[in-house]
Antibody
């Protein structure tokens, strides 16, 4: 049974750095072709892909946000961590962690965590 | 930046067929995926690799592809199908995933 769970602060201040952790079970991120992605959704708006890390520790980022994002993994702990710097109120969104096996879809999702950016 | 284009809304009566399109230049070279999202819930994948249906997804959901357009078809729409639907693919490099803007399906 595949599960993913996001954890992190519900509230961050503008200019702060957001750190989110995805803890997963039911699959291994060291398996060939396996990846984990982060996706966000501002209230009432569309989904936006943020970043992906693959089994070989290769990382991809949204071109529009790549200067602010960093993704990493701890395979032994079954965790993937996303950091986003210089947070702004427009970054207020529900952040989802997803399993994303090649070639490219997102087949399992966490329940999401709402992050609000406000002073 | 690379974009997938979907209609903002589609309306159908129960029992009819709903078709939601998604267009982009790289779709002939990259697989498309479809997700259903109901209010307050995480998205659920309903179609993968253009035409495949995950286990547990009703047979009334199907996907097709023609050139730069992919289509999600829901045959015999039910009230429970009312939701937002998102297409997703990758840019021509395959490195960057991208979502369409979403289509709100209303069951009249």
């Amino acid at each position: 049974q595949v599960t993913l769970r996001e954890s992190g602060p519900a509230l961050v201040k503008p200019t702060q750095t957001l750190t989110l952790t995805c803890t997963f079970s039911g699959f291994s991120l060291s398996t060939l072709g396996m990846c984990v992605s982060w996706i966000r959704q501002p209230p009432g708006k569309a989904l936006e892909w943020l970043a992906l890390i693959d089994w070989d520790d290769v990382k991809y980022y949204s071109p529009s946000l790549k200067t602010r994002l960093s993704i990493s993994k701890d395979t032994s702990k079954n965790q993937v961590v996303l950091t986003m710097t210089n947070m702004d109120p427009v970054d207020t969104a529900t952040y989802y962690c997803t399993r994303s096996p090649l070639p490219g879809g997102f087949d399992f999702w966490g329940q999401g965590t709402l992050v609000t950016v406000s002073s | 930046s690379y974009e997938l284009t979907q209609p903002p809304s589609v309306s159908v009566s129960p029992g009819q067929t709903a078709r939601i399109t998604c267009s982009a230049d790289a779709l002939p070279k990259q697989f498309a995926y479809w997700y259903q999202q109901k209010p307050g819930q995480a998205p659920v994948q309903v179609i993968y690799k253009d035409t495949e249906r995950p286990s547990g997804i009703p047979e009334r959901f199907s996907g097709s592809s023609s050139g730069t357009t992919v289509t999600l078809t829901i045959s015999g729409v039910q009230a429970e199908d009312e939701a937002d639907y998102y297409c997703q693919s990758a840019d021509i490099s395959g490195a960057h995933r991208v979502f369409g803007g979403g289509t709100k399906l209303t069951v009249l």
